[in-house]
């Protein structure tokens, strides 16, 4: 490809393929109980009114009912609402098998998300519509019979993603040279994934409304509004050449958040808190074979803000020693911590110098087991004995990179 060329769409044979699992959270949650199908279900994270919808099932979103709305919000359209709390190891499992699913078509599959892969196919025979009607039928008869997914077919990822979001729930589309100007047309900016409201307005300053608009500016069009690389990255995507990476690239940092459903209103209640974000960010460097240099926390509520970093001369290894390397400077306090925050970064390859007393080996090799018996049994089943009697974070998801 030219990259300095003007040029038309893609004219190659669409080889990606974007999935997307429908309410991902709430049909998991309706496909282990029966009882909840066919029912309006919101899984939050507590189950109060204040809690945040994380997903909102196929009856619930028929109504309006959206994710990262307030359990109020969707009471007030629908008062029987049924919210449930997340579980997820439940929607690990789930993801894993859907993988394995997909890694028997093709060994290219690159999870972007809890709910969401996008598949290589390139150098792959055989019709990729065809395809993907056998991955949802897989999936049906071997994950759950009331689990959906919306896949999309393109010549890049950005555009096979486009198409798994344009028929939910069960949906397949392909975008290719023949139907691209007729779905184009349809489409309103918003619907491109990841384009930004500060892009949206730009082009609409310069009268570029839908997306076809925006795919008949030429490159030279394009750089005048945007300054920046962004105008190739639009014009090759909207035409289909593959200029996003396929293979993740390595995270830069870990981090964790969680706002309290009860405040923390003591040193020890709030170091407790920071102790579990501590151990999930440590499990999750781990996982990539990774440590961190330097440690950033923070905590706040509505009239009170914690908040430090710490660079480390040696590698923490481990969630234990992220939390020992701040734990003392955590102060005492007045007022309700309601948010807490930790984040790791400076990544380098996981190792530790030797002591001379073995102290740091023997640490290591505790966090070890306590980590094996928290991945076998769950988060915190392993806890510091002073630590007891405090509120527990409960398990959670993020939505982005996933990692197993």
Known sequence: MDYLSESDFNSETPHKMFLDINSCFATIEQQANPLLRGKEVAVAAYKCDHSCILAASKEAKNLGIKTGWKVAEAKKICPNIIVITPDPPKYRFVHKEIRKILENFSPRVNPRSIDEFAINFNGIDGDLWKKAKDIKAEI??????????????????????????????????????????????KLELESLPGIAFKSKCKLEVNNILKVNDFYNCGR??????????????????????????????????????????????????????????????????KRQKQGAKRVVWWAGGDDIQIEGRLKSEEVMTNGWEIFESFYSRIGEFRGEIKKVVVVIDHLCPRYWQEDIFGIREKLWEKSEIAQKINDKFGENSVFPGNLLNIQRVADSIGFGNFTE
């Open 140 to 185: 049906k008869n071997k994950v759950g019979e009331w689990i959906t997914v919306s896949i999309g077919i393109a010549p890049n990822f950005f555009l096979a993603k486009l198409a798994s979001n344009l028929i939910k729930p069960d949906g397949l589309v392909k975008i290719d040279k023949n139907n691209f100007e007729e779905i184009y047309q």
């Open 220 to 285: 030279q069009e394009l750089r005048s509004i945007f300054h920046s690389i962004w105008a190739d990255y639009w014009y090759w995507r909207l035409r289909g050449f593959e200029i996003d990476e396929e293979k993740k690239e390595k995270k830069k940092s870990f981090s964790s958040i969680v706002t309290l459903k009860i405040p923390a209103k003591n040193r020890d209640e709030l170091a407790a808190i920071f102790y579990q974000l501590c151990l999930k960010v440590g499990r999750r460097a």
